[in-house]
């Protein structure tokens, strides 16, 4: 199992897990966005009666929740009933559809529940209500908790309900790794399909369904199984023949403990503590799978955070070997052997001393027994094979003499530590009887030839070796042969094990550990030349950039441990960690979803950790939604992949918001307008914006203004003034808080004077009466031209054309300033043609008279006298042609000539009777 299977570190963008400890308050007004946060029962949403919305639910840890809205929102003001299960109705919430269009509402009470919604397109205006049922049911306890840590193998055992639960059987439980249940790990009813132990790192959803087909209660809780540290190993190969090495480091410099073992063993065997191991044949003993782990220590936390990473060994090509005749002399050909495959391979060759091939068997398969290599001398014979795993490999079998004495000396000598190099050990071969001449091999048993030489007329081979399995051949001169073939070992020293990254990223400073499962001495070079030297358990604090080099040695010098140089850069981070947080999203009644903002660092780099206020984590990705009003929060961001940053966590209150502030509407009668005041008594602070309407008589309403610090307005019309009041959100947006009117039915101050726009005066004395505004303390008549006072009495009569102003004074102090107009009823003006064209719409007849004709009557005579055309006009407009003819007489059209026109005007109210004659010529 690798990394990726075992607890990977798996990144989720979003977070989808939240669990809800304490009842929320009962009710949340307004459109609330976000993933999972608590366990949450699924509900068809049913549309009835312009309510959408749930109407069959469940109660999860004793309360369900149900979204409701409102289809298609007026500008009026709605308010949500809900008559409970006992028959009692309360008033949920008021208000305009962008505080209240969306409404959820929590249910504690299993039972029938009656929503209504009532509608008021103005404050006066009687309600049209609607309203649906709904049913509640009672649903599972839920105890999954948001997060579990995992303590190095300690994996926590997973429960959706109290296993005391008595409705536990009802339930059947289908545990997932996402929020669709595609990924399903675990399904069963009642008491086992309850508890599950997780295998991985990482999110995991359980949904808990009735049994009974008829119940549509469905509940879906969430959470995250995981370490209370990040880190992530950097792995160099997951796969290794047998003889290769794999290379396990972290991406970031944590201290800690490695260890090792077989899958299948429950042992686990210390690597000791460094920063990166190297694992090979002394680890992998075996064919198989190894887990590899590694436990970090963190001051902060009492729980070890472990990640187990996994490398398989393959197992390299295998052949047993049969000797069927051993030589039976020098130089006689007269050996041979067979070989016996152990596992599949894809070629096998056997070769000569040049690694020639010299016979290709090519692929074969496990337990083929090889036609015998026949007409052999003594000596060593090297065979490669690859195996159908991909693993090479030389393999070597002696065959030596029937009888060979022993005529070799061999002593070996340990590996030499060499600093940066290649640590290398000796063989020294004599030849007791006396000196030789011939050719010499030795073969490594792990990697094929090593080395070959010559000796001449000598008894003493000497060669420099790194540690390992060797055979070493002699062939005398003129075909002779060695008459032994024998092996010998070089023993290994081992670097020490300390391994440093290349490359240490830090914040500030760095407190290098140097924790090793050997008594080692240290020496830092730091980039200005300085040197610091420590042992095993102390530690280095690193503050400047630069290249380091670390020389380690062993303190027991002539042990099996050899010294090295560790190189290193430390880079530092360029700027500290700046973040805080902001409000993503939020509803009016208060729930928030709040997001990390970062002014350095990326998403994608970071690591983050929400905390409750007893220090458990509740959440780990960048968003994070609270779930109880009065909690106080951490905030820490730490960067991947760089030692740990002393952070200073961020602490975010979750207060919830004042939701509504009482208000009340009063005002005062001005002179010629109402005055009304808003009055906040409490809470001021949280009043950013106010709107004002009036409602008028007829059923119409009219904006009238609206601001932050709107708490006047002034208006002349009676009607109802409404005030709504809005609070900001932090995420953006308004949400009401409080709404409220009054009503202004009639004036009780005297009215200002209702003046005609014009009035009529006769310059021919014709009695006219006078103008009078009604009752008032004082009169002032001003003549604009010239602005001449023309009178104070309360009446008026006009001597001449004109503008006028009047200026009153009431009883109650006010002034009241109108103007008028003038003009002389008397002095008649007329428009007539003398002339007229038949047949032109644009030169016909018409007549136009002066203001104060009220009456008109027209006759058209002929030269004979005869009367041709009369007509008559009683609706007669300001400047406005009457009294038009088309210059037709029954019909056709009037003979050409001169006509005689009598025009009467009258004005009966005033006395006016004027008669007009004129001549009209008609043309062609």
Known sequence: MNSAEQFPTSKVGKFLVWFLLFLAPLLLVGEEKGSLSKPEAKYMANVAQGIAGPTDLCLTLGSATGDYSIIDPSSGEYTWLLQNPDGSTSTITKGGAASVGTIQIRYTVPGSYTLTLEERTSPSASPNSTSISITVARGPGIILKPDYLLCVENIPTLQAMDPADPDLGKYEFTWARDEEFVNVVYQDSGASGNVFTPTEEGYYYVQLKQADASSSCEVTAATYVGPPVDFEFVQNKEEVCQGESVKIELDTPINGEWWYRKQGDSDKISLGSSYAVTLGNTQFTEPGTYDIGFIASDPNSSCPSERITTVRQKEGPKINFNTINTPSSCGVSDGSFEM?????????????????????????????????????????????????????????????????PDETDIVTFKEECVLDGFNMGRVEITFPNGNVTGEYRILSANTGISTYGSLSDGNFISEDLPGGIYFFDFEYEEDACHPLIKTFRIERRRDVPFSLPEVIEICDSYELSLQASLDLNFELTQPDGTMVTANTGESFLLEEEGDYSLYIAPVDADGDYCPIIQEFRVEKLDDQIDFSYEVIDENCQGDQIWGVVMQNLDVEDAIFRWYNSVGEIVGRTREYRPTEFGEVYQLTVQPKAMA?????????????????????????????????????PENTDQVTWIEWTLFLEDGSAVDLDAGAELYDISDERTGIYEAIIYRDKQSGGRCEIARVNISIEERTLTPKPELEDSYPFCSKGNGIPAIDPGPYESYSWTYLTGDVVVGTDSTFFPKQAGLYKLAVLTVEGCIYEEEFRVYDVCDIDYVLPNAMILGDAE??????????????????????????????????????PILHWDGKVRGEYAPLGTYAIILILRNPEYGLDEKITKSLLILE
């Open 340 to 404: 016996i495959i152990v596992n599949d391979m894809e070629s096998v060759s056997l070769l000569d001393e040049d690694l020639n091939v010299t016979l290709d068997y090519g692929p074969q398969q496990a337990g083929a027994v090889l036609p015998p290599v026949t007409g052999l001398e003594a000596g060593i014979y090297t065979i490669a094979a690859t195996n159908t795993e991909g693993c090479a490999g030389y393999l070597f079998h002696p065959l030596n003499l029937s009888e060979a």
């Open 644 to 680: 740990a940053c002393q952070i200073t966590p961020l602490e975010i209150p979750f207060d919830q918001p004042i939701l509504s502030v009482s208000a009340v509407l009063s005002y005062e009668e001005e002179c010629d307008f109402f005055s009304v005041n808003l009055e906040v």
């Open 843 to 880: 030169r016909d007849f018409r007549v136009t008279v002066s203001e104060g004709v009220s009456e008109a009557e027209m006759y058209v005579i002929n030269s004979t006298g005869e009367l041709i055309h009369y007509a008559t006009e009683n609706e007669i407009g300001f400047q406005e």
